[in-house]
């Protein structure tokens, strides 16, 4: 099993990853002396090497911060407008729903992925040497872990450029600490160009298989590639080539929606179980590693829950059978009782888990994610009828109500893409998907669809603070986060963002 691969690894790989933990702003510990000369000596100590990069993405790089995992839940709901404040939400983390953030605000610490980059680039820069002292590394096995540093080097770098803008690109590993450099922003295009073309790369060095389903959904593979492809795409609206990202995972054969004729039979395997025929890469957590979300959605101190519009307005309800329902909706995303995002703490619709058992995989992309990137791109390339079919197979999996569909024509771009982002709310509700979404489509053709980011603040900003978060959203600028200030002292070549001056 990939997890047991894990824990047998990791003390190896925290000897390494340790030389990268961050004080300061990539400020990294130097690879100088046994790191360098004792530890890059054989095919196993790489692997550790790597297994690192993926163990660092659950673990936090300081007690001030969290994990990059509860980020892209934090990052990619708090924003938005499925969740509200539970009772334990920070006073950063009210800040920001209140659009009132600041560049002191921990929320924005970027450091746990900058942390990880640089193991990466760790990787990328020492991997190859080992091949030299250690003839049993084969080059097929070499160019499989370049392939998962360069994708895991470029699932960071999608989530900053989406959340920050324009950041700093550091494609070398600090290796003493005279290479330990004050460095500037780069743009997202220039970000986001670098990420195309590793992915290329890493596209050609992946494997298609680990010959192990764990492996397969925990590790990086030539179709977890695919699937990052077609979300960079999507972002920089490159239609054609998200199209053909998209096809590459779905012509595999290896991936499928998850069926059931009961609720249970389809949330079992995805949410409990993990690691479903579904499933393209989930990062993976066991009874040694436990995820951030039980004391995050189920304590009485929970600092989320579910906005209570989510059930009526998003799923809606059918008042004449209570069992006729959206399977994605009620005891799956939401428990309506108290408003508890149930997706990853919950068992069945009526036990939840303990804090002992809250190990339930985080899932980056799914079979599901790969079909509505389609649809969206196909409204775009003239293919409109082809987004129609999509969303009309993941309703019919999902058992959606009538009361939840729309009809727009074939030729309608922008009731299709309404469709298209009501149809993934339902979807990947608290999957960490719902702000880029709505910032994606938002920001379409100069953006064209504010009012989806407009809308959005309406449904979750406390009335008091409705007006100024409106006035806000109509500046671009403020729809990414500031550089935190920790950052910006340490930093003297960051500029802040624009909207934060």
């Known amino acids: 099993m990939f997890k047991s691969k894990l824990y047998k690894t990791l003390v190896i790989?925290?000897?390494?990853?340790?030389?990268?933990?961050?004080?300061?702003?990539?400020?990294?510990?130097?690879?100088?002396g046994v790191v360098r000369d004792e530890?890059?000596?054989?095919?196993?100590?790489?692997l550790s090497a790597v297994i690192g990069c993926y163990t660092s993405l659950?673990?936090?790089s300081s007690s001030a911060d969290k994990s990059p995992v509860e980020n892209f839940f934090v990052w990619g709901e708090i924003r938005a407008d499925m969740v509200v404040p539970g009772i334990g939400m920070t006073l950063d983390e009210n800040n920001v729903v209140n659009g009132n953030i600041l560049p002191t605000n921990s929320v924005t610490s970027w450091r746990g992925f900058y942390r990880i980059i640089n193991q990466c680039n760790t990787v990328l820069d020492y991997a190859p040497n080992v091949k030299a002292v250690d003839n049993t590394l084969t080059q097929t096995?070499?160019?499989?872990?370049?392939?998962?540093?360069?994708?895991?080097r470029s699932l960071m770098y999608f989530y900053l450029v989406k959340t920050f803008g324009d950041v700093p690109l550091k494609l070398?590993?600090?290796?003493?600490?005279?290479?330990?450099?004050?460095?500037?922003?780069?743009?997202?295009?220039?970000?986001?160009?670098?990420?195309?073309?590793?992915?290329?790369?890493?596209?050609?060095?992946?494997?298609?298989?680990?010959?192990?389903?764990?492996?397969?959904?925990?590790?990086?593979?030539?179709?977890?590639?695919?699937a990052l492809q077609a979300d960079v795409y999507l972002w920089m609206d490159n239609y054609a080539d998200c199209i053909t990202a998209c096809d590459k995972v779905i012509s595999s054969g290896r991936y499928g929606l998850v069926t059931s004729t009961s609720q249970a039979g389809w949330f079992n395997p995805l949410y409990v179980a993990g690691n479903s025929a579904e499933g393209i890469f989930e990062i993976q957590y066991d009874q040694q590693l436990l995820n951030p979300f039980y004391n995050m959605f189920l304590t009485t101190r929970a600092r989320y829950k579910a906005n209570p519009i989510v059930v009526d307005e998003f799923y809606t309800t059918d008042l004449q059978d209570e069992n006729n329902k959206d399977i994605r909706g009620v005891d799956a995303a939401v428990r309506v009782g108290d408003q508890t995002i149930y997706k990853?703490?919950?068992?069945?619709?009526?036990?939840?888990?303990?804090?002992?058992?809250?190990?339930?995989?985080?899932?980056?992309?799914?079979y599901a994610d790969i079909l509505l990137m389609k649809a969206e791109a196909c409204i775009y390339s003239n293919r409109g009828a082809e987004t129609l079919n999509i969303i009309n197979t993941i309703r019919t999996r999902a058992k959606a109500l009538p009361a939840s569909a729309l009809s727009p024509n074939a030729d309608d771009v922008s009731g299709l893409t309404d469709y298209v982002l009501a149809e993934r709310a339902r979807e990947f509700a608290y999957e960490g998907k719902r702000w880029y979404d709505l910032l994606r489509n938002a920001k379409r053709n100069n953006y064209a669809r504010l009012d989806?980011?407009?809308?959005?603040?309406?449904?979750?900003?406390?009335?008091?603070?409705q007006q100024s978060t409106v006035n806000k959203l109509k500046d671009p600028n403020s729809h990414y986060f500031p550089i935190n200030q920790y950052e910006i002292q340490n930093n003297p070549n960051l500029v802040q963002n624009p909207f934060y001056k």
């Not at 070499?142 to 392939?147: I, P, Q, S, T």
């Not at 703490?345 to 809250?358: A, C, E, F, P």
């Not at 989806?452 to 603070?465: E, Q, Y």
């Open 13 to 32: 790989a925290l000897i390494a990853v340790s030389a990268c933990s961050c004080k300061k702003y990539l400020e990294l510990r130097p690879y100088d």
């Open 39 to 46: 530890f890059w000596q054989t095919k196993e100590q790489l």
């Open 58 to 60: 659950t673990v936090q």
């Open 141 to 152: 096995q070499l160019n499989g872990y370049l392939a998962e540093a360069l994708t895991l």
């Open 172 to 226: 070398k590993s600090t290796s003493s600490d005279t290479d330990i450099g004050q460095i500037p922003k780069n743009t997202r295009k220039e970000i986001l160009d670098q990420v195309v073309a590793d992915l290329k790369l890493a596209e050609s060095y992946a494997v298609t298989s680990y010959g192990n389903n764990a492996y397969d959904k925990g590790r990086i593979t030539r179709y977890t590639v695919n």
């Open 344 to 366: 990853y703490v919950g068992l069945d619709k009526d036990n939840t888990r303990t804090i002992d058992n809250s190990y339930a995989h985080w899932i980056v992309y799914r």
């Open 452 to 465: 989806i980011l407009i809308s959005a603040a309406v449904r979750v900003v406390p009335a008091s603070f």
